[in-house]
Each structure stands twice: as C-alpha cells, then as structure tokens.
C-alpha cells in the first residue's frame, strides 16, 4: 500500500518541505504563471504515522530553502489536531507568489468520493489560465476501485482541457511497492494519452508530474527540474 499524505496531521513533514520548495522554484521562474492554484483532496486525520517524517537532516529537498524551513517548523510544533494546511497560502502570499487554495474555507472541508465530479466541476467552469494548477490526492492517480484517495485520469483529462496554454497541471503520486523505474514508465505512459508535453521529478517515496499544452513552458520545466535535481544531488531523480 502507498503512503498516505493530504491530511493535516502531516502539515509540515519532509514531503511538504520537496512539495512547496519544488512549487515555489517553478512558481518564481516561469513568470507567465501568474498564480498558484492548490486543488487539496483532504481526508481525515487517521492514526496511522507513516509519513510523518519531520527530521529537516533526512530532508531530501528543500533543505536549503531557510524561510519554509523555518515556516514548516513552526506548523510542526502544533498539536496535530491544531495543524492546518491552508496556513501554507500565507507562506506563498509572503514570497510574492499569489496563492489560492480551491474549496477551502475550513480546514475540515474533506474531500468526499460522492461529490468528486461537484468538486471538480466547479475548477472546470471556465478556462484555467496563467496558472500552476497542483492537485494533492491523498494516494495520488487511480488504481482499481479507485476512492477518495485518488485522482481519475478522467479528471485529469476534464482539467486540462481547460487548460491555457500559459498554464500547466501539477500532480502528486506516491510510490506504491513495485519497481519504481516500471511504475514510473506505467504511470507516465497513462498521462501521455493526454498529454505528450510531460515532465516528472522523484525522489524515493514520491513522484511529481507536469502536464502543459505549451512545448515552452515544458522546456521550462524541464529545464528546472534539471536544476532542481543538480542541487539536490543523489536524493532527487529525474528520468
């Protein structure tokens, strides 16, 4: 079973320290971005604790970005039950880089497998323009019996056909236990009926994959992700 991680008792843990270092890099590079849009499929606070790996000298990413370290620290210092993952907008509005969070006004608003296509619906009413489009699902791309942990390629589809080409799609995906050079050419082969302008970046328990309908903008992306994977050295890879 993968990881689960769109829960707010993770607020703040390693794999948020790559996800919004990583957002905050493409954000302030590619200027026809003109915001961040944040699509959380939040679920519930569990027991589990997996995931919630918080020692900044394991980080894999974003270890040396100083202010969201310090940000991060400071969620993780709350009570779980006191961490609230929309405190990231703040962090993002004070570096420069405007930040939405879709259909959250409460950080209790959970994401509900009946009502995904109202959800979704209501990114899709008009075109997705200038814009870094990240969708959090709690597992990450449909599997058989897909729930709410999952995102649909059908959702994936109605989103980028919206899509400008002066945007593009963000999306997590942690790695289940299989190979993860076959998982990773699996997953990718999926997302390539929808789009051939594709990018990814992984490290060992996540993968981050671009979806564009610009071949610039992906040049772009491919071109920061390189960076980005240079700077981390032998902990983030590229395929």
Do not use: W
Request: charged content about 35%; aromatic content about 12%; proline content about 2%.
């Amino acid at each position: 079973m993968s990881e689960v991680q769109m829960k707010n008792q993770y607020f703040g843990d390693n794999k948020d320290l790559f996800k919004y270092d990583l957002i905050e890099k493409v954000m302030l590079h590619i200027r026809v971005f003109k915001k961040f849009i944040f699509v959380p499929m939040l679920t519930c606070d569990d027991n589990r604790k997996d995931g919630n790996d918080r020692d900044r000298n394991k980080a894999r990413a974003g270890f040396k970005n100083d202010k969201l370290v310090k940000f991060l620290d400071e969620a993780s210092t709350l009570k779980r039950e006191e961490r609230d993952f929309i405190k990231i907008k703040d962090y993002f509005n004070k570096q420069g880089i405007r930040a939405e969070i879709h259909g959250h006004a409460d950080k209790k608003d959970y994401f509900e497998h009946s009502f995904r296509s109202v959800y979704f619906d209501s990114i899709t009413k008009k075109p997705i323009q200038e814009t870094l489009l990240f969708i959090d699902p709690d597992n990450g791309l449909e599997i058989s019996g897909s729930k709410e942990r999952h995102l649909l390629y059908s959702e994936v589809r109605q989103m980028y056909e919206k899509l400008g080409n002066n945007s593009a799609i963000m999306i997590i995906q942690f790695f289940p236990r299989e190979d993860h050079s076959q998982y990773i050419k699996r997953r990718s082969s999926e997302l390539k009926k929808i789009t051939s302008n594709l990018a990814l970046i992984h490290d060992s328990k996540i993968i981050f994959f671009f979806l564009t309908k610009s071949i610039a903008i992906k040049a772009s992306l491919n071109e920061i992700l390189d960076d980005y994977q240079e700077g981390c050295q032998d902990t983030i890879f590229r395929e």
